[in-house]
């Protein structure tokens, strides 16, 4: 078991006695896998998708079965460097127990022109790819599918931020995997993404190659009482307590979604010292420090904003929720300047993903700048 300061992880997965429940969607992933179903993961930002796969993966019986492999393509524009991270992902791991299996590797994946040498004191050789080497993005591309099809284990393929392939600068990326994946037998594949609208494009509308290719699965908050029970139990970890309503503010003032509330609890678990309680008294200072603490980045997405969306961005925020942006009386009580420039700067902010749109209307994506912006207003 790993130990670590503060028990309310905000960054990467670290292990299962950090993460709450999920059991339900854990179970379900397993039963999806093992009955051949590729599964496209979409929920809206923030709540979890990609510690749920993560937490899928680790689990014992998954990691006995097959070779795992997770890619994050949010930083990716290209195919090549698509193709990069995929070789990169299933050399770290498919390594077999047979001896000098990376000259297997080299020679399946012949089109990179690799030159793996073992280390002399490890042993183990270590790979880097350029983005030069990949000449023939579509034939590495079929040599790494060759490559995990003839794994001796089946393998889990995850690609988070999969929404991305439809920016690649080359136009087919959607059809061209899809035929390739399609032929897989050996291969499990699990798509997430936060840009929930292009998610639901590509797998639900019908002139897409991912339509119907797989099993939606959303993703909901985590359930109130749950996350309160796990939160009072990370405190008593470190020998400290945390009282009910502060974590049923926090669940409330966040809506349930998981990140705002990581970064509230972990806050306020910093806070508390050994053998004290966490009450109400210590919720407005943990606010203030978390919204400090994305300040700058606040200010630097500001600063390049044009006049136009930050009167909106600060109109709504106002608000909290806004159910019509065009209305001539949210217009006028704001002063903003009309419908139409309301219509074009919602477009803009909408898709940095900084508004977002909800059954309640339209919304900051971002609970902390929503503060932020008000207090500062
Ligand atoms: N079940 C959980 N228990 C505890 N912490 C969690 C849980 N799920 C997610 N987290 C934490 O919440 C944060 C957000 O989760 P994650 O990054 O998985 O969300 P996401 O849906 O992938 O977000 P995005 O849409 O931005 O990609 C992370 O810091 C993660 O560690
Ligand atoms: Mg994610």
Redesign the pocket.
């Known amino acids: 078991m790993v130990t670590i300061k503060n028990p309310?992880?905000?960054?990467?997965?670290?292990s299962p006695e950090?993460?709450?429940?999920?059991k339900h969607e854990t179970q379900l992933l397993v039963k999806h896998v093992e009955n051949g179903r590729n599964v496209a993961m979409i929920?809206?930002?923030?709540?979890?998708?990609?510690?749920?796969?993560?937490?899928f993966l680790q689990l014992p019986e998954i990691k006995s079965q097959y070779y795992t492999l997770f890619v994050d393509l949010?930083s990716t524009s290209s195919l090549p460097e698509m193709v990069r991270s995929l070789a990169m992902e299933v050399y770290r791991n498919l390594q077999s127990n047979t001896e000098r299996w990376w000259e297997r590797f080299a020679t399946v994946i012949s089109s990179l022109n690799m030159n793996i040498a073992a280390d002399p004191i490890t042993g183990t050789p270590s790979l880097s790819i350029g983005l030069g080497q990949i000449k023939s993005p579509e034939v590495t591309l079929d040599q790494i599918f060759k490559y995990l099809e003839t794994a001796d284990r089946p393998c889990i393929v995850a690609i988070?931020?999969f929404q991305q392939i439809a920016n690649y600068k080359e136009k087919n990326v959607e059809a061209m995997l899809r035929t390739r994946i399609q032929q897989c037998s050996n291969t499990h594949f699990i798509y997430?993404?936060?840009k929930r609208h292009m998610m639901v494009q590509m797998f639900n509308s019908p002139s897409r190659p991912f339509y119907q290719s797989c099993i939606n699965m959303s993703?909901d908050t985590?359930p109130v009482e749950e996350?309160i029970s796990?939160a009072q139990r990370m405190f008593e970890t470190q020998d400290k307590k945390v009282k009910r309503e502060v974590v049923e503010k926090v669940y409330s003032d966040f809506e349930g979604v998981?990140?705002y509330?990581?970064?509230m609890m972990n806050e306020l678990f910093a806070m508390t010292g050994r053998g004290e309680t966490c009450n109400m008294d210590y919720y407005q200072i943990a606010l203030e420090n978390v919204v400090f603490s994305q300040k700058q980045i606040y200010d630097e997405i500001f600063s390049v904003m044009p006049h136009k969306q930050k009167m909106l961005l600060e109109a709504i925020a106002r608000e909290g929720k806004v159910l019509q942006v065009t209305s001539g009386a949210f217009v006028r009580k704001h002063s903003l300047l009309s419908a139409s420039s309301v219509q074009s700067s919602l477009k803009g902010l909408l898709e940095k993903d900084i508004v977002t749109q909800t059954d309640g209307g339209y919304q900051l994506y971002d609970y902390f700048m929503a503060y932020y912006l008000n207090k500062r207003c």
């Open positions: 309310f992880v905000v960054g990467s997965y670290i950090y993460f709450c429940g999920r929920a809206p930002r923030r709540l979890g998708k990609t510690g749920l796969i993560w937490h949010y988070d931020e997430s993404g936060s993703l985590l996350y796990f998981t990140w509330m990581q970064m």
